[in-house]
């Protein structure tokens, strides 16, 4: 999709017929829409996702009230929203007013009428990809931390497509259920039957363990984030006391992380000297009686014997001895060799015999290493649990001090810490156990699936409803299985294509990872977790959505019946830059039209002027003002403007007739 024009009419701000040409250059991919905070380009942003999916940001005030205040005073209670785009070299308008909605396709100046347009408008770009195609800057830093509506790893579905194959498996399962109870109906009283019915039960039991496992990861996230809002205020408090005692919590937290990495390294170490070392140690008188054996026989010639069975073979067949004599049969000394037989050793017995040797002595081998193996690991976990106890310790302390710091606002806060923190830590216990649950119901299920696919083959019957089944179940299994690659690899492509703008932008050596529970955090060359800045949280959401985009523009010719295709889409974006110093402005500017076709900034003066001018001046095809005007009089107040390509633009403008915004042309450069 590339968007050609925007015609509102008593839209919000926007009193009468306004009209917006964006440019669409790939050379100068950008339009430039000034305005100042108020004045309407939340607004603007909101008419476009209004007219393609009836609905608004989050941050969209009043969205029930979309009629301009003055249209409405003077009776004229119509409004609409057109947009005018280009997908696949054909021209599509977008019409939508408060009680209709059409899509039609432009030919030669004719308007052909687009069927089912809601359904035409998903296949372009999908309801719930929408929301990272048209946003709101102001929300990025919730996205980075995971707590934002859609969070993460909903966004990474969202742009994979995943809604319609997550709605195939709920499906699926249904027919299952539905299966089973069918089977029961027809023989209640067989153990099959029995069997059946206590399979959909374990099923049941699975599928509400793993709702709960999500819930239990957003809860975590969303107390996580709150969590970090509390030492964002404490370290930024008024009062000395309260940030020096924040900032040493943030060490001493970033200490404790460190040390919690050791002791799960600790504990995984412990783990696998039990695995190595087991069978050595359990062993070990069998080894010593085993090599003593072998030794001993050795000795006295019986293993192996001091003659090979193919050589006597050899010597018997060919009626001659190695010494050139020969040997006849029925002759004392074919006789005589003809005894060896019961002392030649076979050469597999000898190969065994060998093996069984060297398996012995390398279990010795494992047996003195062992003792200082176990002391060596026990004693790095014993000192690493004891440091994490001892800072653990300190931390209590740190907020003990904290709360006695006679401050009520101080108290509070530090309270309600103490409470989400205590939440954390129960959730992350409930995680575990329902994680363990989900393992455990699981087992249960396949052993349980086992039995009944073995009883299931003597009965023709029943044999036929679990062919059935275990067809459902395939299904399910290729399904879940694609989802879960799919996304593992796209998470994995996005963290490269983060950690690419990070190492050429950043200052610092950091690096971004998105961990298995969705959560993007910055590590730096240590790995040690990052605390971010409001700066860098902006950053890395600003970063994340563009390479989403990226991904979702790789995607759009995507074939295969389980995944929605990706989306070619503008990126329209109000108040990106927030509170990027200039520096990262310019660099972030600078990036996003390289990865994406068509970008829509909606800039305030304290976005635009400065670095982000000179950034992108040179890739801008369209430029716009929105002008504040206002039917009262000037009084003491000033006349706002905005510089823009040296020269001078009005903000607001006061004695006009109606109030209302204004969309201004200053510049067209294709």
């Not at 529970?517 to 910055?522: A, K, P, Q």
């Given at each position: 999709?590339?968007?050609?024009?925007?015609?509102?009419?008593?839209?919000?701000?926007?009193?009468?017929?306004?009209?917006?040409?964006?440019?669409?250059?790939?050379?100068?991919?950008?339009?430039?829409?000034?305005?100042?905070?108020?004045?309407?380009?939340?607004?603007?942003?909101?008419?476009?996702?209004?007219?393609?999916?009836?609905?608004?940001?989050?941050?969209?005030?009043?969205?029930?009230?979309?009629?301009?205040?003055?249209?409405?005073?003077?009776?004229?209670?119509?409004?609409?929203?057109?947009?005018?785009?280009?997908?696949?070299?054909?021209?599509?308008?977008?019409?939508?007013?408060?009680?209709?909605?059409?899509?039609?396709?432009?030919?030669?100046?004719?308007?052909?009428?687009?069927?089912?347009?809601?359904?035409?408008?998903?296949?372009?770009?999908?309801?719930?990809?929408?929301?990272?195609?048209?946003?709101?800057?102001?929300?990025?830093?919730?996205?980075?931390?995971?707590?934002?509506?859609?969070?993460?790893?909903?966004?990474?579905?969202?742009?994979?497509?995943?809604?319609?194959?997550?709605?195939?498996?709920?499906?699926?399962?249904?027919?299952?259920?539905?299966?089973?109870?069918?089977?029961?109906?027809?023989?209640?009283?067989?153990?099959?039957?029995?069997?059946?019915?206590?399979?959909?039960?374990?099923?049941?039991?699975?599928?509400?363990?793993?709702?709960?496992?999500?819930?239990?990861?957003?809860?975590?996230?969303?107390?996580?984030?709150?969590?970090?809002?509390?030492?964002?205020?404490?370290?930024?408090?008024?009062?000395?006391?309260?940030?020096?005692?924040?900032?040493?919590?943030?060490?001493?937290?970033?200490?404790?992380?460190?040390?919690?990495?050791?002791?799960?390294?600790?504990?995984?170490?412990?783990?696998?000297?039990?695995?190595?070392?087991?069978?050595?140690?359990?062993?070990?008188?069998?080894?010593?009686?085993?090599?003593?054996?072998?030794?001993?026989?050795?000795?006295?010639?019986?293993?192996?014997?001091?003659?090979?069975?193919?050589?006597?073979?050899?010597?018997?067949?060919?009626?001659?001895?190695?010494?050139?004599?020969?040997?006849?049969?029925?002759?004392?000394?074919?006789?005589?060799?003809?005894?060896?037989?019961?002392?030649?050793?076979?050469?597999?017995?000898?190969?065994?015999?060998?093996?069984?040797?060297?398996?012995?002595?390398?279990?010795?081998?494992?047996?003195?290493?062992?003792?200082?193996?176990?002391?060596?690991?026990?004693?790095?976990?014993?000192?690493?649990?004891?440091?994490?106890?001892?800072?653990?310790?300190?931390?209590?302390?740190?907020?003990?001090?904290?709360?006695?710091?006679?401050?009520?606002?101080?108290?509070?806060?530090?309270?309600?810490?103490?409470?989400?923190?205590?939440?954390?830590?129960?959730?992350?216990?409930?995680?575990?156990?329902?994680n363990y649950k989900f393992k455990d119901t699981d087992k249960k299920i396949?052993?349980?699936?086992?039995?009944?696919?073995?009883?299931?083959?003597?009965?023709?019957?029943?044999?036929?409803?679990?062919?059935?089944?275990?067809?459902?179940?395939?299904?399910?299994?290729?399904?879940?299985?694609?989802?879960?690659?799919?996304?593992?690899?796209?998470?994995?492509?996005?963290?490269?294509?983060?950690?690419?703008?990070?190492?050429?932008?950043?200052?610092?050596?950091?690096?971004?990872?998105?961990?298995?529970?969705?959560?993007?955090?910055?590590?730096?060359?240590?790995?040690n977790a990052v605390g971010k800045s409001d700066g860098q949280t902006l950053?890395?959401?600003?970063?994340?959505?563009?390479?989403?985009?990226?991904?979702?523009?790789?995607?759009?010719?995507?074939?295969?019946?389980?995944?929605?295709?990706?989306?070619?889409?503008?990126?329209?974006?109000?108040?990106?830059?927030?509170?990027?110093?200039?520096?990262?402005?310019?660099?972030?500017?600078?990036?996003?039209?390289?990865?994406?076709?068509?970008?829509?900034?909606?800039?305030?003066?304290?976005?635009?002027?400065?670095?982000?001018?000179?950034?992108?001046?040179?890739?801008?095809?369209?430029?716009?003002?929105?002008?504040?005007?206002?039917?009262?009089?000037?009084?003491?107040?000033?006349?706002?403007?905005?510089?823009?390509?040296?020269?001078?633009?009005?903000?607001?403008?006061?004695?006009?007739?109606?109030?209302?915004?204004?969309?201004?042309?200053?510049?067209?450069?294709?």
């Amino acid at each position: 999709m590339i968007l050609k024009s925007l015609e509102l009419k008593n839209f919000r701000q926007f009193y009468g017929t306004q009209h917006i040409k964006f440019s669409v250059d790939p050379n100068k991919n950008i339009t430039l829409i000034h305005a100042e905070n108020g004045v309407g380009k939340t607004a603007l942003l909101n008419s476009i996702l209004w007219c393609f999916y009836k609905r608004t940001t989050p941050n969209f005030s009043i969205p029930t009230q979309l009629i301009n205040n003055w249209a409405k005073k003077e009776n004229k209670n119509s409004f609409y929203v057109h947009v005018e785009f280009e997908e696949n070299g054909q021209t599509f308008s977008v019409q939508r007013s408060e009680n209709s909605f059409l899509i039609f396709r432009i030919r030669n100046g004719n308007y052909e009428s687009v069927r089912n347009p809601f359904y035409f408008l998903n296949t372009i770009i999908p309801n719930d990809m929408a929301d990272y195609f048209f946003f709101q800057g102001e929300g990025m830093g919730s996205i980075a931390s995971g707590t934002r509506k859609s969070g993460i790893r909903n966004a990474v579905r969202d742009i994979l497509g995943f809604t319609v194959a997550e709605k195939a498996l709920e499906s699926i399962r249904y027919a299952r259920t539905e299966l089973r109870k069918e089977y029961q109906k027809l023989d209640k009283s067989s153990d099959l039957s029995k069997m059946q019915k206590q399979l959909g039960e374990l099923e049941s039991e699975k599928e509400f363990t793993r709702k709960e496992i999500e819930h239990c990861e957003k809860e975590q996230l969303s107390l996580s984030e709150r969590l970090k809002e509390i030492d964002e205020q404490l370290r930024n408090s008024n009062h000395d006391l309260v940030k020096q005692k924040q900032l040493f919590r943030d060490a001493k937290e970033r200490e404790v992380s460190e040390l919690s990495s050791f002791v799960r390294k600790a504990l995984e170490d412990k783990t696998k000297l039990v695995s190595d070392f087991a069978i050595s140690v359990f062993s070990q008188k069998i080894v010593k009686l085993g090599i003593e054996f072998i030794d001993e026989k050795e000795l006295k010639g019986k293993i192996p014997a001091p003659y090979n069975v193919q050589l006597v073979e050899d010597i018997l067949s060919e009626k001659k001895c190695i010494c050139g004599a020969d040997v006849h049969p029925g002759s004392t000394a074919f006789g005589e060799i003809q005894k060896l037989m019961a002392k030649a050793a076979d050469s597999l017995v000898v190969s065994r015999v060998t093996r069984a040797r060297s398996q012995l002595t390398a279990i010795k081998k494992d047996l003195r290493r062992a003792p200082d193996a176990f002391k060596n690991t026990l004693k790095f976990l014993s000192d690493s649990q004891s440091s994490l106890d001892r800072e653990q310790q300190k931390l209590k302390e740190i907020s003990l001090e904290i709360s006695g710091i006679n401050f009520e606002d101080i108290k509070n806060k530090e309270e309600l810490r103490r409470q989400l923190d205590n939440q954390l830590k129960e959730t992350i216990k409930q995680q575990a156990g329902f994680n363990y649950k989900f393992k455990d119901t699981d087992k249960k299920i396949q052993k349980l699936d086992g039995e009944v696919n073995r009883l299931s083959k003597t009965v023709p019957q029943a044999a036929k409803f679990q062919k059935r089944l275990n067809y459902t179940k395939s299904i399910e299994d290729a399904l879940s299985e694609t989802l879960e690659k799919t996304e593992e690899s796209i998470r994995i492509k996005l963290i490269s294509e983060i950690n690419k703008f990070l190492e050429k932008f950043v200052r610092q050596d950091f690096k971004a990872t998105i961990s298995d529970n969705y959560s993007l955090e910055l590590k730096d060359r240590n790995n040690n977790a990052v605390g971010k800045s409001d700066g860098q949280t902006l950053l890395l959401s600003l970063t994340f959505i563009s390479a989403l985009i990226n991904i979702a523009k790789l995607r759009a010719k995507a074939k295969g019946n389980i995944l929605t295709p990706g989306a070619i889409a503008p990126f329209v974006i109000d108040a990106p830059f927030g509170v990027l110093d200039n520096t990262y402005k310019a660099n972030v500017a600078k990036e996003i039209p390289n990865s994406v076709g068509q970008v829509i900034f909606l800039l305030s003066s304290g976005h635009w002027e400065g670095t982000v001018e000179h950034a992108i001046r040179e890739k801008v095809g369209h430029e716009y003002n929105l002008v504040l005007e206002i039917a009262g009089d000037q009084g003491r107040k000033k006349i706002d403007a905005i510089k823009v390509d040296g020269k001078t633009y009005p903000t607001s403008r006061y004695t006009c007739e109606v109030d209302k915004t204004l969309i201004e042309e200053i510049g067209r450069y294709v």
